[in-house]
């Protein structure tokens, strides 16, 4: 066999070996977080469809289950599931996981009925606001930290919705798309809730996998590929797909 036969013929086996080594299939995880993940006519959300399509376009099998957040967190680290569709990445989480690139951001906004004329710019603007909160979110330490304004105690995100509009509270917080995707969701028009221009906090999302597991960094490797490649055009027509594709 040629120099040039054998090098042929390195790259084929190589290439061939990393698309087989994901021939055991991955279970993939992640809870409920609309319009991210869900289960609707439309599909099962805009993370999850991107994530899927990376898995699969680098020869993986998947097997995806919806469950809720602490135990996946907890299956993930014994070695029940093996990918998390979308996670923040913190100093700890690192010990266990590898992490790929951000392939999207929560980007929280600031939201306000229309009438009242409010534009966010600074963590002051809110002083003396009433802010609707979910009990139990975690909202940035700058929002959770701050101490002068009224916070108005909520459920849920469409909770917090009705109270804009029924003037019980003056702003909400929400990540820009889930935001977007509520209200379109509850049948309101979209022309009464404003969203600042201006975001209170963003943080990179992005898919962990357990450290432990044997393809944990070829797994990272081949979506990070795909992100960079296909990642921006993929999120433009889901975000179409999902109605949430606004400027």
Same mark, same amino acid.
């Given at each position: 066999?040629?120099?040039?036969?054998?090098?042929?013929?390195?790259?084929?086996?190589?290439?061939?070996?990393?698309?087989?080594?994901?021939?055991?299939?991955? #279970?993939?995880?992640?809870?409920?977080?609309?319009?991210?993940?869900?289960? =609707?006519?439309?599909? +099962?959300?805009?993370?999850?469809?991107?994530?899927? /399509?990376?898995?699969?376009?680098?020869?993986?099998?998947?097997?995806?289950?919806?469950?809720?957040?602490? +135990?996946?967190?907890? @299956?993930?680290?014994?070695?029940?599931?093996?990918?998390?569709?979308?996670?923040? &990445?913190?100093?700890? %989480? @690192?010990?266990?996981?590898?992490?790929?690139?951000?392939?999207?951001?929560?980007?929280?906004?600031?939201?306000?009925?229309?009438?009242?004329?409010?534009?966010?710019?600074?963590? /002051?603007?809110?002083? /003396?606001? #009433?802010?609707?909160?979910?009990?139990?979110?975690?909202?940035?330490? /700058?929002?959770?930290?701050?101490?002068?304004?009224? %916070?108005?105690?909520?459920?849920?995100?469409?909770?917090?919705? #009705?109270?804009?509009?029924?003037?019980?509270?003056?702003?909400?917080?929400?990540?820009?798309?889930?935001? #977007?995707?509520?209200? &379109?969701?509850?049948?309101? @028009?979209?022309?009464?809730?404003?969203? =600042?221009?201006?975001?209170?906090?963003?943080?990179?999302?992005?898919?962990?996998?357990?450290?432990?597991?044997?393809?944990?960094?070829?797994?990272?490797?081949?979506?990070?590929?795909?992100?960079?490649?296909?990642?921006?055009?993929?999120?433009?027509?889901?975000?179409?797909?999902?109605?949430?594709?606004?400027?």
């Amino acid at each position: 066999m040629s120099i040039r036969g054998y090098i042929l013929f390195c790259v084929l086996f190589f290439y061939a070996f990393s698309i087989s080594s994901f021939a055991s299939v991955l #279970r993939v995880a992640q809870t409920a977080w609309p319009p991210f993940i869900m289960n =609707s006519p439309q599909g +099962r959300g805009i993370a999850h469809d991107l994530v899927m /399509e990376g898995l699969i376009n680098a020869g993986s099998q998947v097997e995806f289950v919806e469950k809720p957040w602490a +135990r996946i967190l907890k @299956e993930t680290l014994k070695g029940k599931s093996d990918v998390i569709v979308a996670i923040w &990445k913190t100093p700890k %989480r @690192e010990q266990e996981y590898l992490f790929t690139e951000p392939y999207m951001y929560n980007q929280m906004a600031v939201v306000s009925p229309v009438e009242v004329g409010f534009e966010y710019h600074a963590i /002051e603007d809110l002083k /003396e606001k #009433r802010v609707a909160m979910i009990n139990g979110y975690a909202y940035a330490a /700058e929002l959770s930290n701050y101490q002068h304004m009224y %916070r108005v105690s909520s459920i849920d995100l469409p909770n917090s919705i #009705r109270l804009l509009l029924s003037s019980r509270a003056d702003v909400l917080v929400t990540d820009e798309i889930v935001g #977007r995707w509520t209200i &379109k969701e509850m049948g309101i @028009e979209a022309e009464l809730l404003h969203f =600042s221009q201006k975001f209170l906090d963003s943080s990179p999302v992005h898919v962990a996998v357990r450290r432990t597991h044997p393809q944990a960094q070829e797994i990272v490797n081949a979506l990070n590929l795909y992100f960079k490649q296909h990642g921006a055009a993929q999120m433009k027509l889901l975000r179409e797909k999902y109605g949430v594709a606004f400027p």
